[in-house]
């Protein structure tokens, strides 16, 4: 059974810095990735998709990159803002069903 | 281009009843699934839908029921509702294979 696992649990940094969310998942037999972030009681908002052949995807300042052998992908902010503030999730394709999440990394940066 | 919406926004029901919740997928994706997420959890996948037929399912008992309409748009049904089906209820679209999936602001359903 695919788990997916998400460290740290919650983060608090202050505006500015650069930081990475860790995200590691059991099973390497996946067809993607994605990162999303979801803001208190939403929907969840797709940040970035990396397919399985795929190393890495930037868009603005994230950045993710996938190790699929080792099981593990990470998410690089670059110059945190206020607004950043979330959680973050990470979730695999582990078929063509449905994705499977982790719990997410509460992510509050000061102003 | 609209994105994929649900209704209601929240919902109040009371143990033993119905529910049925509505999603409208974005424009030009076929496939819908379906997604609980209990408070401080990420949500748990419950059942996909493509061209009005379930092909995927969850850990899901079999009184979450769904359908999916010929304009792609899919139901959520729960029956003999119980108190852990308190959760916000998300549903999300993609245009089928290994693409990105998209999802809605969600339902939050309370069950006294």
């Known amino acids: 059974k695919q788990e997916v696992t998400q460290i740290p649990a919650a983060l608090s940094v202050p505006e500015g810095e650069n930081l990475v969310l860790n995200c590691s998942f059991t099973?390497?037999?996946?067809?993607?990735l994605q990162w999303f972030r979801q803001d208190p009681g939403k929907g969840l908002t797709s940040l970035l998709l990396?397919?399985?052949?795929?190393r890495e995807q930037t868009s603005g300042r994230l950045n993710a990159s996938l190790d699929k052998s080792s099981g593990r992908s990470t998410l690089y902010i670059a110059a945190s803002q206020p607004g950043d503030s979330a959680t973050y999730l990470c979730?695999?394709?582990?078929?063509?069903?449905?994705?499977?999440f982790g719990k997410g990394t509460h992510l509050i940066i000061q102003p | 281009e609209t994105g994929v919406t649900q209704s209601p926004t929240h919902l109040i029901k009371t143990r033993g009843q119905q529910v049925t919740l509505r999603c409208s997928s974005q424009?030009?994706?076929?496939?819908v699934s379906w997604y609980q997420q209990a408070l401080g959890q990420g949500p748990q996948f419950i059942f996909q839908?493509?061209?009005?037929?379930?092909?995927g399912r969850g850990n899901f008992p079999p009184r979450f029921s769904g359908l999916q309409f010929p304009n792609y748009s899919s139901e959520l049904n729960v029956n003999a509702l119980e108190l852990d089906d308190s959760a916000l209820y998300l549903c999300?679209?993609?245009?089928?294979?290994?693409?990105?999936?998209?999802f809605g602001p969600g339902t939050r359903l309370t069950v006294l």
């Open positions: 990396i397919q399985s052949s795929q």
């Open positions: 099973d390497s037999a996946i067809y993607n």
């Open positions: 424009s030009g994706h076929n496939t």
């Open positions: 979730a695999v394709r582990p078929g063509a069903d449905g994705l499977t």
């Open positions: 999300a679209s993609r245009a089928g294979g290994l693409n990105e999936q998209f």
């Open positions: 839908y493509y061209r009005e037929e379930e092909n």
